[in-house]
């Protein structure tokens, strides 16, 4: 089994810290960024006190909580991690101030649909419109339990029965294979991190060929891995940051955290330059702010940021039964 322990506290407050910063740039467009960028934790769009994280954040610990409590070596029971997706929506569990705000449009009918039949496999809609990064944005835990399970030398293409409990969890909200690739190369990216001695850009081409042959023979599947094509091209990786597409759409955001991995080495860096890209911004810097902080390590996130954090007692009470449970 792998060692995650550490990879796992980098990587929530990773992604928290993102997340936090995103807030107030959401929504606003590049060009209005550049002339105003942002630096530090500020009010949110939905008028959030500083140092707020978001549903990136919430959902991401009720997946930890849920692992942590439920799962085995083998399997991970979807019906907690639903509950404890419900038990955020409508009781502001997971949350930094007893709030719950800025539910994608897919999660919330997933968890309606799921209110009414109990039913975990069938509550994500597989339309081709139901693909923002509702699902991609909560895999970390996912994918790290995954990882954990893995023997020396091994990746997930060696263990299609783990690649299926990741499948099951990410479908939960989402059940467009699109979006489903995008969390296997998510998945497959984290993999290559964990997995290696020292950063090289290579991963994230790897991560796709990895992806490529996970999938193989996944017919489904296998139809929407084109639509990440640009990954694989050099030529991607040279665009301006005013050429990205930095939507909530899945294959946007998940082209703008591997642009970002790619440009940018230090967290600090990485996580402002990701926020004044405009667009869905605590979505895409709490993803790459996450990889970026296993990448780097807990401390290279800046600890006046880490402080500014609201709510740390809910990550940190998180984190310790995750870190207790075994899980990691």
């Not at 990064?133 to 339990?145: H, K, Q, T, Y």
Request: glycine residues 8%.
């Amino acid at each position: 089994m792998n060692h995650t322990s550490a990879a796992l506290t980098a990587g929530i407050y990773g992604i928290a810290i993102g997340d936090a910063l995103g807030q107030s740039t959401q929504f606003k467009s590049y060009e209005k960024l550049q002339q105003n960028p942002v630096h530090e934790m500020l009010m949110g769009a939905y008028q959030t006190l500083p140092g707020t994280w978001s549903d990136d954040t919430s959902m991401t610990l009720a997946t930890l909580a849920a692992i942590a409590a439920n799962a085995t070596d083998t399997a991970i029971p979807l019906e907690p991690v639903m509950n404890n997706f419900i038990a955020w929506l409508n009781d502001a569990d997971f949350t930094p101030a007893h709030e719950t705000f800025d539910v994608g449009n897919g999660t919330r009918q997933a968890l309606r649909h799921y209110s009414e039949t109990h039913d975990p496999r069938d509550a994500g809609s597989a339309d081709v419109k139901n693909n923002g990064n509702g699902a991609l944005m909560r895999m970390f835990p996912v994918a790290l339990w995954a990882i954990h399970q893995l023997d020396k030398g091994q990746t997930l293409v060696n263990r299609p029965e783990l690649v299926d409990q990741i499948i099951g969890v990410a479908e939960l909200t989402h059940r467009h294979a699109r979006s489903t690739v995008a969390c296997l190369l998510y998945s497959a990216l984290l993999t290559r991190l964990i997995e290696s001695t020292g950063w090289t850009n290579q991963f994230l081409t790897q991560a796709v060929q990895d992806v490529q042959q996970i999938v193989q023979n996944r017919t489904e599947l296998a139809g929407e891995l084109p639509q990440y094509n640009r990954l694989l091209d050099p030529a991607f990786y040279k665009l301006a940051a005013a050429q990205l597409n930095t939507s909530g759409y899945v294959v946007d955001t998940t082209e703008s955290v591997w642009w970002l991995l790619n440009r940018f080495t230090d967290y600090h860096d990485l996580v402002l330059n990701a926020i004044n890209l405009g667009g869905d911004t605590d979505t895409i810097a709490s993803i790459a702010g996450g990889l970026a902080a296993i990448r780097g390590g807990l401390t290279s996130l800046p600890r006046d940021w880490q402080d500014e954090l609201l709510g740390r007692n809910v990550i940190a009470n998180t984190i310790h039964d995750a870190l207790r449970s075994g899980k990691y």
